[in-house]
C-alpha cells in the first residue's frame, strides 16, 4: 500500500504546531474485554482520585459485541463511575481489540495530550504529572512510561534487550511501547482512515505496537522512555500477563512469535517503511 503526499503535508503541518502556546487537554483512552471489565471500574476511579494531576477526561471504548447489554453487562461499580462528569464511555459496532484505544485520536484536538492507559494497572500516583513535566521539556515527542526495547532484529525477529536510558528523545532509537502519552499532533491521522484500519485488522489485528511502531520510524517521531515500570496488578486474580502480551508471545506454525509475524506483515503492506528499517536496523537480513 502506498502512502500519499497529501497525507504526508497534513501530517507535517499538524507536527509544527506547539502544545505549548494553547495548552489542551490532558486526556486518557482505555479499553477492555469481558475477562478484564472487573478492574476498570478501580482503574478510572483510581486515575480520578489518585493522580496527583488528574486527567481532564477518561474515555472507555468498547464493543457491543463482547457487550451485547450494553451497560447491563458492566459491573456495578463501573456503571456508577461512568457517571462522573469527567468519564465518557464509547460504544463501538466491531471488536478491534486494543486499536478501540486509538479511536480517540479521530475526536481530539491537536494540542491534547492523550495517556494510553491498560485496565488492569494501579500506576504511580505521580505518572500523570511526572509525565507532562517531560511534555514541557520535550513537547514533541512521545512519552512512553517504562524503558523499552531498541530497534534490534535477528532477520525479521524481535530482539529482546535494553538499552541504556535515553538523556533526550530520539528517533528510531528504542520502539514504542504501548504505554505511552502520544502529543495529539504527533499522531498521523490518516493511519485511521478505513484504507489504512483495513490493512491494520489484516496485518496486526491485535497489537497496536506492531502497528503504531513502524509509522513512529518512518515519520521520525522523537520517544522518550520514563522508568515507571509497567505498575502493580489492580486484581492478583488478573496477572497482566495473561492477556495480550502471552498471547503475542505464542509461536506460530514459523516458529517465529506472533508480533514478528504481525510487524513483518504490517511492514510488507507498505515497501517504503520496509525500505526504511531495512536501513536502519538492517531488519530482514
Not at 53 to 66: F, G, N, V
Not at 153 to 164: F, N, P, V
Not at 173 to 190: E, T
Not at 266 to 285: A, D, H, Q, T, W
Request: proline residues 7%; neutral net charge; hydrophobic residues 35%.
Amino acid at each position: 500500500m502506498g502512502i500519499m503526499t497529501g497525507e504526508l503535508g497534513h501530517w507535517t503541518e499538524m507536527y509544527k504546531l506547539s502544545s505549548m502556546e494553547n495548552p489542551g487537554k490532558i486526556i486518557v483512552s482505555m479499553t477492555s474485554y469481558p475477562g478484564r471489565i472487573q478492574n476498570v471500574g478501580m482503574s478510572i476511579f483510581l486515575l480520578l482520585t489518585q493522580q496527583t494531576l488528574p486527567p481532564d477526561e477518561i474515555h472507555l471504548w468498547l464493543a457491543i459485541p463482547q457487550f451485547p447489554n450494553i451497560e447491563n453487562d458492566l459491573p456495578v461499580d463501573l456503571r456508577t463511575v461512568i457517571k462522573h462528569p469527567n468519564v465518557f464511555v464509547h460504544w463501538l459496532p466491531e471488536n478491534t481489540y486494543v486499536h478501540k484505544r486509538h479511536e480517540i485520536f479521530k475526536i481530539v484536538s491537536p494540542n491534547d495530550c492523550v495517556f494510553l492507559i491498560d485496565d488492569d494497572v494501579k500506576y504511580a500516583d505521580d505518572l500523570i504529572e511526572t509525565v507532562m513535566k517531560t511534555h514541557q521539556k520535550y513537547p514533541n515527542c512521545i512519552v512512553c512510561y517504562n524503558q523499552y526495547e531498541s530497534h534490534t532484529y535477528d532477520g525479521i525477529k524481535i530482539r529482546y534487550h535494553k538499552r541504556l536510558p535515553e538523556t533526550k528523545p530520539m528517533a528510531c532509537y528504542n520502539r514504542w511501547c504501548g504505554q505511552s502519552m502520544i502529543p495529539a499532533k504527533l499522531y498521523p491521522k490518516h493511519i485511521l482512515s478505513k484504507p489504512y484500519q483495513a490493512v491494520r485488522n489484516k496485518t496486526s489485528p491485535i497489537s497496536d505496537e506492531c502497528w503504531f511502531q513502524p509509522w513512529t520510524v518512518f515519520y521520525d517521531i522523537p520517544i522518550y522512555h520514563l522508568h515507571y515500570d509497567w505498575g502493580c496488578d489492580i486484581s492478583n486474580e488478573i496477572n497482566k500477563w495473561d492477556g495480550l502480551c502471552r498471547y503475542s508471545h505464542q509461536k506460530d506454525d514459523n516458529g517465529l512469535e506472533r508480533r514478528d509475524n504481525w510487524l513483518n506483515a504490517v511492514l510488507r503492506s507498505f515497501p517504503s517503511i520496509m525500505e526504511k528499517y531495512k536501513k536502519l536496523f538492517n531488519y530482514g537480513c
